[in-house]
């Protein structure tokens, strides 16, 4: 009880918003009257993260945390894992299904982020092994981040800037860095979910029409709600639309969406973002659209292979690059850790994670 009221009154103190009261409930929704008085369960974290977020842990868990933020190799993450119950992920690591059978020990693998194509599910499930992600606390944020990527793209922010620091700005021109107008235009997102809805949603200042895929349509009301939404197939979004984003999940069906032939698709003065993954866009066959100007510009938050990404791309003005940060803003990312830690505490005290990917799993005891 003691223990309960002094973690209550922590996070009581330094309250700055909903998200900490709702910490502040879990705690206590926890009813530990001392956590493991025999040994406590022993986790990694495989990267470095908040420093308060480490502090939640520790109570609970003998925790080997990578502070030093040192990337692992498959084999080395396999070998730190063999004597752990649980691992705090982030979408950096790569938890096979290799890993999953070397691993028996192994009971919860909580990832900071909402895709979870970092870990294999199937092999986590059937080896009874609960898997979570992070979703909701980044819709919003990542929403905007979808915006400010559409329209850094759309009007060349960041090439125009790059042109003036490097001293070249001698005389206003009428016909400087121009660019396609957001207003007014049509949107198409491919992939419909929270965060897609979250980007319909805004569009209603910019007086958009908005088309949509999704692997199903979305209720009339949700339609409604997302600025008036109207289903199209992936062609027929990929030929009317001006500003296409992609905002769906990456797994082997979503691998290459967009090929060179979808590209072929587009108007010529048509902007693609992608805030997704990296695999969902051919990014050798964009390059080649960029610099033949078969589509105006680019706007890559995600890329294959990343952090490493095709050389190609830094040749291009036509493309803004942001190094994965559409979630990337302060009380998002540490809503995203306090979730990841949320669902390992439960994971591994005997609750039910609230983000749980695989809700048949059998628990292992
Ligand atoms: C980030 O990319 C996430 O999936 O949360």
Request: hydrophobic share 45%.
């Amino acid at each position: 009880m003691l223990f309960q009221s002094f973690v209550s009154f922590v996070f009581f103190v330094d309250l700055k918003n909903t998200r900490a009261m709702a910490l502040v409930v879990f705690e206590q929704s926890l009813n530990l009257e001392a956590p493991f008085p025999m040994s406590k369960p022993r986790i990694l974290v495989t990267r470095a993260v908040f420093p308060d977020v480490l502090e939640r842990l520790a109570p609970y868990f003998d925790i080997e945390s990578n502070q030093e933020d040192c990337i692992y190799t498959e084999e080395e993450l396999r070998e730190k894992l063999r004597d752990k119950d649980g691992v705090f992920t982030t979408p950096s690591e790569r938890v096979s299904a290799a890993t999953i059978a070397a691993c028996p020990q192994l009971r919860a693998i909580c990832n900071m982020a909402v895709g979870y194509n970092n870990i294999d599910l199937d092999a986590a499930s059937q080896a009874g092994i609960m898997v979570t992600n992070t979703p909701d606390v980044l819709n919003e944020t990542t929403a905007d981040f979808g915006w400010a990527l559409l329209m850094a793209t759309a009007r060349r922010v960041t090439e125009s800037e790059h042109w003036l620091r490097a001293g070249k700005w001698e005389k206003w021109r009428y016909d400087s860095f121009l660019g396609a107008d957001v207003h007014g235009s049509t949107l198409g997102i491919i992939g419909m979910g929270r965060i897609g809805q979250a980007i319909a949603r805004r569009s209603t200042g910019f007086n958009m029409q908005v088309l949509y895929h999704n692997r199903s349509r979305l209720s009339e009301d949700l339609e409604r709600a997302a600025n008036n939404a109207r289903y199209a197939s992936k062609e027929d979004l990929l030929r009317q639309s001006d500003h296409v984003i992609l905002v769906l999940p990456y797994s082997a069906a979503t691998h290459h969406t967009i090929t060179a032939a979808e590209l072929a698709l587009m108007k010529p003065s048509a902007t693609l973002v992608n805030i997704a993954r990296g695999g969902i866009v051919d990014d050798a066959a964009l390059i080649d659209a960029l610099r033949t100007g078969r589509i105006a510009a680019a706007g890559l938050d995600v890329f294959e292979n990343e952090p490493r990404f095709h050389p190609g791309f830094l040749s291009l003005s036509n493309v803004v690059l942001t190094p994965h940060i559409a979630s990337a803003s302060e009380p998002t990312r540490r809503g995203m850790a306090n979730t990841a830690a949320n669902n390992l505490i439960a994971a591994l005290t005997g609750g039910r994670p609230a983000n749980l990917l695989n809700p048949k799993v059998k628990p292992k005891a």
